[in-house]
């Protein structure tokens, strides 16, 4: 190490190839990668070994940070998404921005044990009580950046516009917390977020057709495509949904948000789930993208995404966690594949390589960052080197050693994670954040 500038051997290291590669060496000067070189047989002079496999760092395209405290409250009983979504408004309920922040350091912390550099906040509990603004009106979005920083990770905060409490009908109880009083309102007040810092950026979010009106949806779209920014909403994750939109437009969800403008390469459809061919083949003829969460999607009975279609149409896919039930983003890769395999009864709809493209590289650009997502000069330094030497993955030879990555590995094979040149997690271990601790104390302090 010399100044800023860190050297790296990676006993092997994923290049976005079908294969990873042996000996390679990574010198990393700021925030940036300078140099990749593989056919390294060993490690030069001064350079950090990282003994097991190497991947860009990954990134969870969709999470709602606060849902993290419903983990193992939520999954008894019988019931559906919208038995869960109550369970939901009662936490919303009980945070104030000083918890909130504490809970989204100790999530986002948890995610960085489990390799993901960065994170896309859906962040749409934007208000106290009733609905009342804080002094600051983006207090609550302030709290989750500061909460990523100190976390040690990178953040795009996709703030949501949220209006209505269902097709036509007005914003109720714990409702009145998210929702601004028009869509110029919600505008206004991302706008007044003003400079972010270097590792944090904004995006925007229509919440859903139900509770965001076409001409609303029309002007959140215009306003992101104004400013280059990316656009996530969730569409089609229930038949619910579907339904109503049908009954009060004529409309399927995606076909409703492309009509307001909303469709298009900068767009990320969430879940995706329950959607006709036309839908599909919309969103691949924009060239847009789909992020699945699988498992927030079977933990709530959602069903299974048509992934494999959806990327054969042209659209790209990334992965989120959601709700995060886990926060593993191997299971979210795995999990594509596997839904799939039962869904239709055959295997290899989807290659391991393809799998983690959309966790790392697709993933980064669906939240605004790509320039991350791969090892290559230029990209932004993100490392994550999972052992090899585990028991789960005891065997993993070098010519298969991405599909025992994806389809054996979990979040606690991370050993090592760098974001933008700085190291965070050594040895399995948070370098400043007695994780475990911090989500107990944060998940009681909201909890009866």
Same mark, same amino acid.
């Given at each position: 190490?010399?100044?800023?500038?860190?050297?790296?051997?990676?006993?092997?290291?994923?290049?976005? #190839?079908?294969?990873?590669?042996?000996?390679?060496?990574?010198?990393?000067?700021?925030?940036?990668? $300078?140099?990749?070189?593989?056919?390294?047989?060993?490690?030069?002079?001064?350079?950090?070994?990282?003994?097991?496999?190497?991947?860009?760092?990954?990134?969870?395209?969709?999470?709602?940070?606060?849902?993290?405290?419903?983990?193992?409250?939520?999954?008894?009983?019988?019931?559906?998404?919208?038995?869960?979504?109550?369970?939901?408004?009662?936490?919303?309920?009980?945070?104030?921005?000083?918890?909130?922040?504490?809970?989204?350091?100790?999530?986002?912390?948890?995610?960085?044990?489990?390799?993901?550099?960065?994170?896309?906040?859906?962040?749409?509990?934007?208000?106290?009580?009733?609905?009342?603004?804080?002094?600051?009106?983006?207090?609550?979005?302030?709290?989750?950046?500061?909460?990523?920083?100190?976390?040690?990770?990178?953040?795009?905060?996709?703030?949501?516009?949220?209006?209505?409490? #269902?097709?036509?009908?007005?914003?109720?109880?714990?409702?009145?917390?998210?929702?601004?009083?028009?869509?110029?309102?919600?505008?206004?007040?991302?706008?007044?977020?003003?400079?972010?810092?270097?590792?944090?950026?904004?995006?925007?979010?229509?919440?859903?057709?139900?509770?965001?009106?076409?001409?609303?949806?029309?002007?959140?779209?215009?306003?992101?495509?104004?400013?280059?920014?990316?656009?996530?909403?969730?569409?089609?994750?229930?038949?619910?949904?579907?339904?109503?939109?049908?009954?009060?437009?004529?409309?399927?969800?995606?076909?409703?948000?492309?009509?307001?403008?909303?469709?298009?390469?900068?767009?990320?459809?969430? *879940?995706?789930?329950?959607?006709?061919?036309?839908?599909?083949?919309?969103?691949?003829?924009?060239?847009?993208?789909?992020?699945?969460?699988?498992?927030?999607?079977?933990?709530?009975?959602?069903?299974?995404?048509?992934?494999?279609?959806?990327?054969?149409?042209?659209?790209?896919?990334?992965?989120?966690?959601?709700?995060?039930?886990?926060?593993?983003?191997?299971?979210?890769?795995?999990?594509?594949?596997?839904?799939?395999?039962?869904?239709?009864?055959?295997?290899?709809?989807?290659?391991?390589?393809?799998?983690?493209? $959309?966790?790392?590289? *697709?993933?980064?650009?669906?939240?605004?960052?790509?320039?991350? #997502?791969?090892?290559?000069?230029?990209?932004?330094?993100?490392?994550?080197?999972?052992?090899?030497?585990?028991?789960?993955?005891?065997?993993?030879?070098?010519?298969?050693?991405?599909?025992?990555?994806?389809?054996?590995?979990?979040? $606690?094979?991370?050993?090592?994670?760098?974001?933008?040149?700085?190291?965070?997690?050594?040895?399995?271990? *948070?370098?400043?954040?007695?994780?475990?601790?911090?989500?107990?104390?944060?998940?009681?302090?909201?909890?009866?």
């Amino acid at each position: 190490m010399s100044g800023d500038r860190t050297t790296y051997w990676c006993e092997l290291a994923w290049l976005g #190839g079908e294969c990873p590669e042996a000996g390679v060496v990574v010198e990393v000067e700021g925030q940036r990668f $300078a140099r990749v070189e593989p056919e390294a047989p060993k490690p030069p002079a001064g350079a950090e070994r990282l003994a097991g496999l190497t991947i860009p760092g990954l990134a969870n395209a969709h999470s709602h940070a606060f849902h993290r405290a419903l983990r193992g409250r939520a999954q008894g009983g019988r019931g559906s998404f919208w038995t869960w979504r109550q369970q939901m408004y009662e936490l919303a309920e009980v945070l104030d921005p000083d918890a909130y922040q504490a809970l989204a350091r100790a999530t986002f912390a948890e995610m960085a044990l489990a390799g993901i550099t960065a994170v896309g906040e859906f962040h749409y509990l934007h208000h106290a009580h009733g609905g009342a603004p804080y002094d600051d009106p983006n207090e609550v979005g302030r709290a989750l950046i500061a909460a990523a920083s100190e976390a040690g990770i990178r953040i795009t905060l996709l703030d949501s516009c949220y209006l209505l409490g #269902g097709f036509g009908r007005p914003l109720e109880g714990g409702q009145l917390r998210f929702g601004d009083p028009s869509a110029e309102a919600w505008a206004e007040r991302v706008e007044a977020l003003g400079e972010l810092g270097a590792r944090a950026r904004i995006g925007a979010a229509i919440h859903s057709v139900r509770a965001v009106a076409p001409d609303s949806a029309a002007l959140v779209a215009a306003w992101a495509g104004e400013r280059s920014l990316p656009l996530h909403a969730h569409v089609s994750e229930q038949p619910a949904e579907n339904e109503a939109c049908l009954a009060a437009h004529g409309r399927t969800p995606a076909a409703l948000l492309d009509d307001a403008g909303a469709v298009s390469e900068a767009f990320t459809a969430v *879940h995706f789930t329950h959607v006709t061919d036309d839908d599909v083949a919309l969103l691949g003829a924009a060239n847009g993208r789909c992020c699945l969460c699988p498992t927030t999607e079977r933990d709530l009975a959602d069903g299974v995404g048509r992934g494999r279609a959806i990327a054969d149409a042209g659209a790209r896919l990334a992965l989120g966690s959601d709700s995060h039930a886990v926060i593993d983003g191997f299971e979210e890769m795995r999990a594509v594949e596997l839904d799939q395999r039962l869904a239709t009864g055959e295997r290899g709809h989807h290659a391991a390589a393809e799998l983690l493209r $959309a966790g790392c590289e *697709h993933g980064h650009a669906s939240i605004g960052w790509p320039e991350a #997502g791969r090892i290559a000069p230029g990209a932004i330094a993100d490392l994550v080197t999972v052992g090899l030497d585990g028991v789960g993955l005891a065997g993993a030879t070098d010519e298969h050693a991405l599909e025992s990555l994806v389809f054996a590995a979990t979040a $606690a094979d991370v050993r090592q994670v760098v974001v933008g040149g700085r190291p965070i997690v050594r040895d399995g271990r *948070h370098l400043e954040l007695d994780v475990a601790a911090e989500l107990r104390d944060a998940i009681d302090a909201v909890s009866e």
